[in-house]
């Protein structure tokens, strides 16, 4: 019974509502771009995050990343002619580090070394700079790499410091458009090393090296040799050519990876990391970069990204309430006589106090209804526009539309209530 | 006297009814002061008084839009003087039925559904009585009119929708307040001889109006001044009250 009454007073208020369309429409329509706004706004917030996340999350959350870094009190030192022509600058990280490591951190899993070299990698006329990386047959385990032709490097290659290489797929394409890349040798500096594998990084973000020193330049054009082959070819001290000077630098190693073996031991380690080095390195040459610490910034930084944006799209649903509001009030004078008449004839406080919250939850439900669907298009519209990623998550199109309810419920009571606190006597009088 | 009000032929029944206004302060109105009187099954009384003798406060504390000071109101046989806001609103809907001057239809609904308001606050299944509903705008001579708005018919149509909407819920009295205000005198002598006919065939009225020749219809004339009954006038002899 209750139930058929409930039905029969929805049905009287979206009679009542239909009786002034425009009205009806108009008041809907803040609700509409509150909800649509706040789904939206979400949605890109999301897209934006996630993209951030994804990149760090391919560093690999268990582990540390020990990068060599030029100290800056030494780089001013060079620039500024203040050290002897011919004397190479040494810094960064060493092999003792790397073993160091490996024996006094707890939970460390494994330990990989790698050197960075930039030299041009050439196959018959063709020639692209790149990176060339030595590094351990672990590497594979501790990055995001996925073989897609051939082997990685092994221990027998690090053993016997063979001239063989692992080019990245992108590289393979541009070197070797027409023919099969593990066919052939290329050559870097002044020795041939065969290809052996196809590499695919998924791990992207990993290869942005030191500051400033490979702009523009493709991030997958990297050639991984084995560490000792790179020891051996390419010695400690790297010369580069300046504009009509030499600089010459001395460094073991620009990359240690250290992998924990949980995300747990990767905050125990990370303090205990950094004061080892700062036992054995007196200057300030290098940089530790924590991917979980990464992540967990990102994620904070999104937390108040969605409070700002969630924010402001709630102020045009606190708007959009506020209009329902104005709209019932004088709803709520304009059929003064019709209160009058219905509590005459038998209607309590409450049924009135229902019908007019009937009507202005009617009016936000239906708001939310349209503004739901509206706001899951908005982002697909937008993504199409630009190339902004967006994400409609269940939970934003869940509050968006709870809180309109809530705003129909919040803005709709005062106007009820003052419906049904009328005197029928001075209800009926009214003109 | 407690005997008196619970006789059943009572059907309206004040004992030293009073209304006073409080307008703040010292300053009140005495708009009722302790009316005695009654109104048996059957009856049909109309109550005349010039503006300001206290017939709209006897009107609204009859219709139980209003509570009074003192005294008491049977009504049915039930003290409805101190009764709350939700008691008052559900006697409203049971009891009594509400012509009005200027008819008080809802714009926006139909002429069934207009009919049907009193049910639906009692709580009807509004789809079983469609049939009594139909009936009554029948009797009223709206029978083919049952999907216009109000708006869509004369002043005499929606007053005689009003009258079929007073008589859905069965009630003890129908209380008519210048049913005939709005109305030429053709269509408001139309109106009045469906409210004799209505009282013919049983049922309880109680008119207010400025009017001689609309208070000449009734059996009895109450006479109001400065809040007291000035006089009643005998127009007919009531109904013999049957035994029934």
């Given at each position: 019974?209750?139930?058929?009454?409930?039905?029969?007073?929805?049905?009287?208020?979206?009679?009542?509502?239909?009786?002034?369309?425009?009205?009806?429409?108009?008041?809907?329509?803040?609700?509409?771009?509150?909800?649509?706004?706040?789904?939206?706004?979400?949605?890109?917030?999301?897209?934006?995050?996630?993209?951030?996340?994804?990149?760090?999350?391919?560093?690999?959350?268990?582990?540390?990343?020990?990068?060599?870094?030029?100290?800056?009190?030494?780089?001013?030192?060079?620039?500024g002619g203040g050290g002897p022509r011919g004397m190479s600058l040494k810094y960064g990280l060493t092999y003792a580090d790397g073993a160091r490591l490996q024996a006094t951190i707890p939970g460390v899993k494994r330990v990989v070394p790698s050197r960075i070299i930039r030299e041009n990698v050439r196959f018959g006329r063709t020639e692209v700079p790149c990176q060339v990386i030595g590094t351990l047959p672990f590497f594979t385990e501790v990055t995001g790499v996925e073989l897609v032709r051939g082997r990685f490097l092994s221990d027998l290659d690090e053993r016997?410091?063979?001239?063989?290489?692992?080019?990245?797929?992108?590289?393979?394409?541009?070197?070797?458009?027409?023919?099969?890349?593990?066919?052939?040798?290329?050559?870097?500096?002044?020795?041939?090393?065969?290809?052996?594998?196809?590499?695919?990084?998924?791990?992207?973000?990993?290869?942005?090296?030191?500051?400033?020193?490979?702009?523009?330049?493709?991030?997958?054009?990297?050639?991984?040799?084995?560490?000792?082959?790179?020891?051996?070819?390419?010695?400690?001290?790297?010369?580069?050519?300046?504009?009509?000077?030499?600089?010459?630098?001395?460094?073991?190693?620009?990359?240690?990876?250290?992998?924990?073996q949980d995300t747990a031991a990767v905050e125990t380690a990370d303090p205990q990391i950094k004061t080892l080095l700062r036992r054995f390195h007196d200057q300030n040459d290098y940089e530790l970069i924590v991917p979980l610490e990464l992540l967990r910034e990102a994620e904070a930084t999104k937390r108040r990204f969605n409070i700002v944006l969630g924010s402001i799209a709630a102020i045009s649903l606190l708007v959009g309430g506020i209009g329902i509001m104005n709209i019932m009030l004088a709803n709520v004078t304009e059929r003064t006589r019709e209160i009058g008449v219905r509590r005459a004839l038998g209607a309590k406080r409450r049924d009135i106090t229902l019908q007019f919250l009937v009507e202005t939850v009617v009016l936000s439900i239906g708001g939310g209804l349209i503004g739901v669907l509206v706001g899951m298009l908005t982002p697909v519209v937008v993504s199409m526009a630009t190339d902004m990623k967006t994400i409609v998550t269940l939970w934003s199109v869940l509050v968006a539309f709870g809180i309109s309810g809530a705003v129909g419920i919040v803005f709709g009571l005062y106007p009820a209530r003052a419906a049904a606190m009328l005197d029928p006597i001075e209800a009926l009088r009214h003109e | 006297m407690a005997s008196l009000a619970s006789q059943p032929e009572w059907m309206i029944r004040t004992v030293g009814l009073q209304k006073t206004y409080f307008l703040g302060g010292e300053n009140r109105v005495h708009a009722l002061r302790g009316v005695d009187m009654g109104v048996r099954r059957g009856d049909y009384m109309a109550i005349m008084g010039p503006s300001g003798s206290g017939k709209s406060t006897m009107l609204n504390l009859i219709g139980c839009l209003d509570r009074p000071t003192g005294g008491q109101y049977f009504l049915g046989g039930d003290d409805v003087s101190q009764m709350d806001d939700d008691a008052l609103s559900a006697i409203r809907g049971e009891r009594i039925g509400f012509i009005f001057q200027s008819y008080n239809l809802i714009p926006q609904l139909t002429v069934l559904e207009n009919i049907q308001v009193p049910l639906f606050y009692q709580g009807h299944d509004l789809g079983k009585t469609l049939h009594r509903c139909r009936e009554l705008a029948n009797l009223v001579g709206l029978g083919d009119r049952l999907d216009h708005r109000p708006n869509q018919l004369s002043g005499g149509q929606q007053q005689r929708v009003a009258i079929a909407r007073s008589l859905v819920n069965d009630p003890l009295i129908i209380l008519a307040d210048e049913p005939t205000g709005n109305l030429d005198s053709k269509t408001g002598a139309e109106v009045l001889d469906l409210i004799d006919r209505l009282n013919r065939e049983g049922k309880t009225i109680v008119l207010v109006t400025h009017d001689d020749k609309v208070a000449a219809r009734a059996h009895r004339v109450i006479h109001m001044k400065d809040g007291v009954i000035d006089r009643e006038v005998i127009n007919r002899p009531p109904p013999t009250p049957s035994a029934s």
């Open positions: 019974m209750l139930r058929l009454q409930l039905i029969a007073i929805i049905r009287l208020g979206i009679k009542s509502l239909m009786l002034h369309k425009l009205r009806s429409a108009l008041t809907m329509l803040g609700i509409i771009f509150g909800v649509c706004s706040v789904i939206a706004m979400l949605a890109i917030g999301e897209g934006a995050s996630y993209a951030a996340q994804e990149a760090i999350k391919k560093l690999g959350s268990n582990n540390i990343l020990i990068r060599s870094l030029k100290p800056p009190e030494a780089a001013r030192q060079q620039q016997h410091q063979n001239n063989i290489c692992v080019i990245t797929a992108g590289l393979a394409q541009r070197l070797f458009p027409t023919e099969d890349p593990l066919q052939h040798s290329v050559k870097v500096d002044a020795f041939y090393y065969r290809v052996v594998g196809i590499i695919r990084e998924t791990g992207k973000a990993e290869q942005r090296t030191q500051a400033g020193k490979m702009e523009g330049q493709p991030l997958d054009n990297n050639v991984y040799i084995p560490l000792s082959t790179s020891r051996t070819r390419f010695g400690e001290v790297l010369i580069r050519r300046t504009a009509g000077s030499f600089e010459a630098e001395e460094v073991q190693l620009h990359q240690i990876t250290v992998q924990m | -």
